[in-house]
């Protein structure tokens, strides 16, 4: 029912983007208009519960009181506008206005976004959440897609990545022989087999069963994947390896986004800034709370690790990023910046 529904809809907005104008009603870069009003559609692909959904009400309810006149937002989750790559290509064309995508999808439009997938490269969850609300330094970072058809608007907190399995990882030795699912990220991929391990891309639903049937060992996310998606049924021991922070972020097609006069691009602006204030609230509390639920009701045992053996190992992997990508090597530079400011503040309270 679920995949009819997203065939229905992928298929209606491809009809409005065949038909001639007006055949669908059309506005700015070619979305429909309802009653006289611009609609702005949004895809995502967590659940309404999710803040990444939470915060993107929080950009439709911003819009709406300002700008309601003129803007209908339409926020469509559970992927129903299909997966993260269609949503993109969709976002590019116009044919969506905006996207939540991970950093990992936007590697092939800017080599800049393979930083994000470099282990350890934030010291602190402190100094990643200073990185990325560093909002003057990364609308640069944003900006090198605008050729692609796409736009960065702002980011949300997909949370800290860590090992969880069917045993108990301490250290790399304990990953040597294990089939671990791993996002379909190079970098991602040399990570985990630097760890010893063998790394198994796969889609993230897939994850599930992988574990059940014993195809693969474990995989490495947040802690919200253990009850969202239940792999704490299946995977009882979760390890904060802390390897990597990968954020997700949300895009806007280009074109809308400059046929909106200054004032209106300002409130997009502030919306956008809301919604992931609003989203990082959500985030902790979900965090917490998923950590209570799998630790009471699903058993699964957590455990704080040695980060120094796991970060000697990938060591090698980050020079080897910066040699291959130029184009991360500034961004590098500020994050470590920022590691050592935010280290120098510990360091004094």
């Known amino acids: 029912m679920k995949k009819s529904i997203k065939r229905f809809l992928a298929l209606a907005l491809t009809a409005c983007m065949v038909l001639p104008l007006g055949a669908c009603g059309s506005g700015k870069s070619g979305s429909s208009l309802t009653g006289g009003k611009r609609i702005i559609r949004i895809s995502h692909a967590q659940s309404e519960t999710h803040p990444e959904h939470l ?5 439709k309810k911003y819009i709406e009181e300002r700008l309601g006149d003129k803007y209908e937002v339409q926020i469509f989750p ?5 997966s993260a790559q269609k949503a993109i290509e969709l976002t590019q064309t116009g044919a969506i206005d905006f996207t939540v995508a991970g950093t990992a999808n936007l590697e092939n439009f800017s080599p800049v976004y393979q930083i994000f997938s470099m282990p350890y490269l934030f010291t602190s969850e402190k100094a990643y959440i200073q990185t990325m609300n560093d909002t ?6 944003y900006n090198s897609t605008d050729e692609a058809g796409f736009r960065v608007v702002t980011w949300y907190n997909a949370g800290t990545r860590s090992f969880y399995a069917t045993k108990p990882i301490n250290s790399p030795e304990d990953l040597k022989g294990l089939k671990i699912r791993v996002q379909q990220s190079p970098a991602s991929i040399a990570m985990c087999n630097a760890f010893g391990a063998a790394a198994s891309p796969m889609s993230f639903g897939e994850v599930y069963t992988a574990i059940q049937q014993g195809v693969i060992n474990g995989a490495e996310n947040n802690e919200l994947a253990l009850t969202n998606n239940k792999h704490g049924e299946v995977a009882k021991y979760y390890s904060y390896t802390k390897h990597q922070m990968i954020p997700d972020m949300l895009i806007g097609n280009v074109k809308f986004l400059k046929s909106l006069s200054p004032e209106e691009y300002q409130i997009f602006k502030e919306a956008a800034a809301l919604s992931t204030q609003v989203e990082n609230s959500a985030w902790d509390d979900q965090v917490a709370s998923a950590k209570a639920t799998a630790q009471n009701d699903m058993g699964v045992h ?13 060591a090698p992997l980050q020079k080897s990023m910066l040699e291959k990508n130029p184009k991360i090597v500034d961004l590098y530079n ?8 935010v280290s120098k503040e510990g360091s004094k309270s």
């Open 55 to 59: 915060g993107l009400l929080a950009f």
């Open 334 to 341: 500020h994050i470590q910046e920022i590691n050592q400011k």
């Open 302 to 314: 957590f455990s704080d690790v040695d980060l120094t053996p796991f970060q000697e190992a990938v």
């Open 136 to 141: 003057d330094y990364m609308e640069k970072v």
């Open 78 to 82: 559970n992927e129903l506008l299909g």
